[in-house]
């Protein structure tokens, strides 16, 4: 018989809360039950304990001495600090999905690579950007080879919050590593940009994947492309119904300095759901979005293998 899975989530910002939001409105297997910071003026913890959530300021060291421990953490702080927390997640034997750039445990893309991952105690969700566009990328990737993915991921400087602004060093490292790893580009560049307008913009996502000459002149090859590109848009919707295409995939001829390669460039806007943050904070509505989607989808994998009596997930409490 399914159960419902426990889930603490240890960051009470932006993030945390607005993924609190979507695990509550959207989940019907994982329960968030703790809200775990270090601020007890925190707005974040007192909202969790108003919903019924049990709230701590006393860190994790608290969440880890609880008699009830969760099944699942959500961390929403930073690289830093989960790079600290990880190894005591699985010491307790506690599955971990790391909404941060801290890159511990395997790069997950829901639509595209969590059913291929066999090391689930700890997973990460690349980044907001990552999340964005290495389903463009291996859509692609998947009918031709891309030797280089470049992507520029532009936000709102409003949904830029302290913990955001503190990894943006490891936002361009794990995003380019997981257009490689996860999208399967020989070689992968991420750029950010924090948009000062006001009112606030969209996030907006450009995708610049080679591609071989002959698949950047019309034909067959290039329909196949389009279509992969269509197909993965549609997936994502499925969770993060603000994306979509601005435009057309666009192709160009191959040139001479790029190396004879032509270019596909995918133009992707993230609008947010508007669970607790504005519609313009559509990069943190994809990243809380992909991993809600994916502690779904690990409840399956679960109960899958317990099923079968194998021992991939030992830590799972039954």
Not at 20 to 47: C, E, N
Not at 127 to 155: K, L, N, R
Not at 242 to 252: I, S
Request: one cysteine or more; charged letters at 20%; a negative charge.
């Amino acid at each position: 018989m399914s159960r419902t899975y426990t889930a603490a989530i240890v960051g009470p910002g932006n993030i945390g809360t607005d993924l609190m939001f979507k695990l509550l409105k959207r989940s019907d297997r994982i329960k968030p039950t703790y809200m775990i910071g270090v601020d007890p003026a925190s707005d974040g913890l007192a909202r969790a304990s108003r919903l019924g959530l049990t709230s701590s300021a006393e860190g994790v060291d608290w969440l880890l001495a609880q008699d009830d421990l969760p099944d699942f953490v959500f961390e929403c702080t930073s690289a830093k600090a989960h790079a600290a927390n990880a190894p005591r997640y699985k010491e307790a034997g506690i599955h971990a999905v790391d909404l941060t750039p801290a890159a511990i445990g395997p790069y997950v893309c829901p639509p595209v690579n969590l059913e291929s991952v066999t090391d689930v105690m700890n997973v990460n969700m690349i980044t907001c950007g990552g999340q964005a566009t290495t389903p463009m990328v291996s859509a692609v990737s998947s009918i031709v080879p891309v030797d280089y993915a470049e992507i520029v991921a532009s936000i709102s400087s409003k949904s830029a919050g302290p913990g955001t602004r503190a990894n943006i060093d490891e936002f361009t490292e794990t995003t380019s590593a997981a257009l490689e790893v996860v999208g399967g580009a020989k070689k992968g560049k991420a750029i950010i940009i924090l948009n000062p307008a006001d009112p606030p913009v969209m996030m907006r996502n450009t995708v610049y994947c080679s591609l071989p000459a002959e698949a950047a002149e019309p034909g067959d090859l290039q329909n196949k492309i389009v279509d992969s590109i269509e197909r993965m848009v549609t997936v994502v919707q499925d969770y993060v119904p603000g994306y979509k295409l601005t435009a057309a995939p666009q192709f160009d001829h191959a040139r001479p300095e790029w190396n004879g390669w032509g270019r596909v460039t995918c133009l992707v806007q993230v609008t947010g759901a508007a669970d607790y943050l504005p519609e313009y904070a559509g990069n943190l509505d994809i990243i809380t979005s992909a991993a809600a989607r994916t502690g779904d989808m690990l409840v399956r994998r679960i109960e899958a293998q317990q099923t079968e009596g194998t021992h991939e997930f030992e830590g799972a409490r039954a």
